[in-house]
């Protein structure tokens, strides 16, 4: 059964430094959704592509966050420079199309920052 | 604010026993409405949806516009239902962006 793909399943990194996210979405999903989870709470949208279009990304902190998802398929997201508060697990979601479809989500990144 | 609204943390009961857990939101309108369950070492995956009032593992919920919640129940607990539950909408006006909210979630321990 085909899966969201996500890499590293966990990144330590220093606050300041660079750090990127990877997700693979079911092949043949147009929509992947990037969300971040605080312990303790749900998850909440960061970003949301429509093949390589950006959706959605009014939660995103833009000043260090970015994302990119170029020929539509994989999608890449990115933080720099990573700050204390960005410690969450940050997870990939995919579904066939926008709209009140199942999401698909990936096992997710932890990443903590020290 | 609106949001979504799970009440316990945590809900312990034992096998056997009915299980509800809560769900509040404070959208006007018509959300569309969700549960999702993560179990032990696996991913967050979707257990129900209002639109399609279908009952999976044993589980239903129920749409009360008037008290805007979407309780989720079943009659008779598992052991393997023991899991982290969320309720999430996409708010009505999303369009077809599909954004899911989600609340904080409720951990489901079912005792033997």
Same mark, same amino acid.
């Given at each position: 059964?085909?899966?969201?793909?996500?890499?590293? *399943?966990?990144?330590?990194?220093?606050?300041?430094?660079?750090?990127?996210?990877?997700? #693979?979405?079911?092949?043949?999903?147009?929509?992947?959704?990037?969300?971040?989870?605080?312990?303790?709470?749900?998850?909440?949208?960061?970003?949301?592509?429509?093949?390589?279009?950006?959706? #959605? #990304?009014?939660?995103?902190?833009?000043?260090?966050?970015?994302?990119?998802?170029?020929?539509?398929?994989?999608?890449?997201?990115?933080?720099?420079?990573?700050?204390?508060?960005?410690?969450?697990?940050?997870?990939?979601?995919?579904?066939?199309?926008?709209?009140?479809? @199942?999401?698909?989500?990936?096992?997710?990144?932890?990443?903590?920052?020290? | 604010?609106? *949001?979504?609204?799970?009440?316990?943390?945590?809900?312990?009961?034992?096998?056997?026993?009915?299980? @509800?857990?809560?769900?509040?939101?404070?959208?006007?309108?018509?959300?569309?409405?969700?549960?999702?369950?993560?179990?032990?070492?696996?991913?967050?995956?979707?257990?129900?949806?209002?639109?399609?009032? @279908?009952?999976?593992?044993?589980?239903?919920? #129920?749409?009360?516009?008037?008290?805007?919640?979407?309780?989720?129940?079943?009659?008779?607990?598992? @052991?393997?239902?023991?899991?982290?539950?969320?309720?999430?909408?996409?708010?009505?006006?999303?369009?077809?962006?599909?954004?899911?909210?989600?609340?904080?979630?409720?951990?489901?321990?079912?005792?033997?």
């Amino acid at each position: 059964e085909a899966e969201v793909a996500q890499s590293p *399943r966990y990144k330590i990194t220093e606050k300041s430094q660079a750090v990127a996210f990877w997700c #693979d979405p079911i092949s043949g999903h147009a929509t992947l959704y990037w969300y971040r989870q605080i312990l303790g709470q749900g998850p909440e949208l960061l970003v949301q592509f429509q093949d390589e279009s950006v959706v #959605d #990304d009014s939660q995103l902190p833009k000043d260090r966050f970015s994302a990119e998802r170029l020929k539509g398929v994989d999608s890449t997201l990115k933080i720099q420079p990573a700050e204390l508060g960005d410690s969450a697990m940050y997870l990939c979601a995919s579904s066939p199309a926008a709209g009140p479809y @199942e999401q698909y989500f990936g096992p997710g990144t932890r990443l903590t920052v020290t | 604010a609106q *949001r979504v609204t799970q009440p316990e943390k945590l809900l312990s009961v034992f096998k056997g026993a009915p299980v @509800e857990l809560k769900c509040n939101y404070s959208y006007s309108g018509s959300p569309e409405l969700f549960w999702y369950v993560q179990y032990s070492r696996q991913r967050l995956q979707l257990l129900l949806r209002h639109i399609s009032r @279908e009952s999976i593992k044993g589980f239903t919920a #129920d749409l009360n516009k008037g008290e805007t919640s979407f309780h989720l129940k079943k009659p008779f607990a598992q @052991e393997e239902d023991s899991a982290m539950y969320y309720c999430a909408l996409i708010p009505p006006g999303s369009g077809n962006t599909g954004k899911l909210i989600f609340g904080q979630g409720t951990t489901l321990q079912v005792k033997p």
